[in-house]
């Protein structure tokens, strides 16, 4: 079996060839494209053979990257994990810096009972008054 290899393309940027599974001149993406920041070697590796077999299911895709990556020499793995360093030191760059969240207290409302119920008896007093002019204003009327 041949193992995985690196070489260097025409237009200067690194290409992955996995000969074995027809894997030829793809080129690595750049340390910005990937979005999260706690990458190793072999996953940087293995996320770059899902992007490349995407019609395969994730098991298939991890057993080819780890039967790949156990016959991969020393240079191969190393430059994987430099790799998978300088991505994670770029998004931890890129990544925006929150202010840690404060949590504000509720607000304590004032109690203000005798208020309202100033507000509905006053209420009740005006209402009596008008619907007593209406009941005795009220006449009943026969057919």
Same mark, same amino acid.
């Given at each position: ?7 260097? =393309? !025409? ?25 999260? =920041?706690?990458? &190793?070697?072999?996953?940087?590796? !293995? ?6 077999? !995407?019609?395969?299911?994730? #098991? ?24 998978? =360093? ?17 949590? =504000? ?7 203000? &009972? ?9 209420? #009740? ?19």
């Amino acid at each position: 079996m041949l193992p995985p290899s690196l070489s260097i =393309n !025409r237009n200067g940027k690194i290409v992955l060839s996995v000969a074995q599974f027809c894997v030829y001149n793809y080129e690595l993406p750049d340390t910005n494209s990937f979005n999260v =920041n706690h990458y &190793n070697g072999f996953t940087v590796y !293995r996320s770059l053979l899902h992007k490349e077999f !995407r019609g395969l299911s994730i #098991e298939k895709v991890s057993q080819i990257a780890s039967t790949t990556w156990k016959i991969a020499d020393k240079e191969f793995r190393s430059f994987f994990a430099n790799y998978a =360093n300088e991505i994670n030191s770029a998004v931890n760059r890129i990544s925006p810096r929150f202010k840690l969240f404060e949590m =504000n207290p509720k607000r304590k409302w004032k109690p203000c &009972n005798q208020q309202i119920k100033y507000l509905f008896v006053e209420r #009740e007093e005006y209402m009596r008054h008008v619907f007593e002019k209406a009941v005795e204003e009220f006449e009943f009327i026969s057919f």
